[in-house]
Every structure is written in structure tokens, then in C-alpha cells.
């Protein structure tokens, strides 16, 4: 049972255009957000995170949006730089602990100079 | 300041064999929580640790089983290697907070 689902694997964005990246849940307890970006050979490292209160939240070339009755939360990052280039993963909390994240599958973004 | 740290990077072990990993979180942290990752797949977590006592459990047989040190540090055991163990095993830490902050991970492969 995939609760939390990346249906793009892949995406390519030129340099300085706008990178989109899309998430999907199915557990209406999930209150907490995050997405992770993962290099090869590194752990995943936090990029940005949003409550369920909220419905954007920004942080420098990174802004995250949340649609809680469509279930669905989306990683903006503007512009796009070749640095970006990696696994993006969005993970969920159901808020009940400071415990388990369920990460989905994770979408593979190539920035290209 | 270090982060988070794991040992060994890569190991290779037998079916039927029992390996034991290990992480020390970040500095700070007192929450250590451990995840495997399939190839093409995202973190799937285990279980976690807190205040030496494992606070919150995965979907994962008995055969994985952790320990928490009083300096946080903390290990994952897993008894009789099964092939479909191979992964990257992820190590993350945290203080009263949802973000959690990895580490590079353990590379298991059982032949």
C-alpha cells in the first residue's frame, strides 16, 4: 500500500526555468510534509517542510504547496540550477509522534546547463 | 559540526549470517531512526529509538532488531540474512522535530 506517491520518475528542466515536482498521499492523518533531495552515495538531506495548517511555504528557491483536500503537494524550485540536479523525495508525518516518515518513490530531476 | 555518521559503508554477507550496523546521530539529537532502501525505491523506516527504548515500529519481520547506547549512538542488527536484505540501510536523527537529518547510509549486499 503505497501511501504517499512520486508518479514521475523523472523530470528535465533547462537552467533558470521553473522545476516542478508533484507528490500524491492517500492518508488523511498525514498532517507534516518534507522533501528530501538525495545525491548519489549521500543520505537524503531535508530541503523544506510544511504543517497542515499551512498552505505554502517558502524558503529562497524553494517553495512547497500544499492542496489538502486533493491530497496533494508540489516542490517548486525557480530558478533551476544544474546543482539541483538529484532524487527528490517527499516524505509524511502523521503528526501522532515526532516518529516514522513514509517517503514515496522519489522522482530523478536533471537540470540541464 | 558532525553529522551523522554510519558504519561500516559497505558490507558483503552471506545468507544466514547476522550483520550489526551502526550510527551516531548529529550532535543535539537525542531520536535515532532507521530506514532501508530498496534500489529505485524510497526510504522505508524501521523502527526508532528514544531515551534507549524503541518507540515506534515499521512493518518489518523480528529478525531486525536495534539497540539505543546512553550517548544516542545506536546499532541495527539484523539476524539471518535473507538476499532481498540487500539495500542501503539509512541511519536519521532527530530533536523534538519531524525534520529528520540522514546519514550516507550503510550498503548491505547478502549473496
Known amino acids: 500500500d503505497q501511501q504517499v506517491k512520486q508518479n514521475s520518475p523523472s523530470l528535465s528542466v533547462q537552467e533558470g526555468r521553473i522545476s516542478i515536482l508533484n507528490c500524491d498521499y492517500t492518508?488523511?492523518?498525514?498532517?507534516?510534509f518534507l522533501w528530501y533531495k538525495k545525491y548519489p552515495a549521500e543520505g537524503p538531506t531535508f530541503l523544506i517542510s510544511?504543517?497542515?495548517?499551512?498552505d505554502k511555504n517558502e524558503d529562497g528557491r524553494f517553495t512547497v504547496f500544499l492542496n489538502k483536500s486533493a491530497k496533494h503537494l508540489s516542490l517548486h524550485i525557480v530558478p533551476s540550477q544544474p546543482g539541483d540536479s538529484a532524487v527528490y523525495f517527499c516524505?509524511?508525518?502523521?503528526?501522532?509522534?515526532?516518529?516514522?516518515?513514509?517517503f514515496g518513490q522519489g522522482t530523478i530531476l536533471t537540470v540541464h546547463p | 559540526d558532525a553529522g551523522v555518521t554510519q558504519s561500516p559503508t559497505h558490507l558483503i554477507k552471506t545468507r544466514g549470517q547476522q550483520v550489526t550496523l551502526r550510527c551516531s546521530p548529529k550532535?543535539?539529537?537525542?531520536?535515532v531512526s532507521w530506514y532501508q532502501q530498496a534500489l529505485g525505491q524510497g526510504p522505508q523506516f524501521i523502527f526508532q529509538?528514544?531515551?534507549?527504548?524503541?518507540?515506534q515500529r515499521g512493518n518489518f519481520p523480528d529478525r531486525f532488531s536495534g539497540h539505543q547506547f546512553p550517548n544516542y549512538s545506536s546499532e541495527l542488527n539484523v539476524n539471518a540474512l535473507l538476499l532481498g536484505d540487500s539495500a542501503l540501510y539509512l541511519c536519521?536523527?532527530?530533536?523534538?522535530?519531524?525534520?529528520?537529518?540522514f546519514g550516507p547510509g550503510t550498503r548491505l549486499t547478502v549473496t
Open positions: 529509538y528514544y531515551e534507549e527504548e524503541e518507540r
Open positions: 550532535s543535539g539529537h537525542d531520536t
Open positions: 492518508n488523511s492523518m498525514f498532517d507534516y
Open positions: 536519521a536523527s532527530s530533536f523534538f522535530s519531524y525534520e529528520q537529518y
Open positions: 516524505a509524511a508525518n502523521d503528526g501522532t509522534s515526532y516518529g516514522k516518515l513514509t
Open positions: 510544511i504543517s497542515s495548517i499551512k
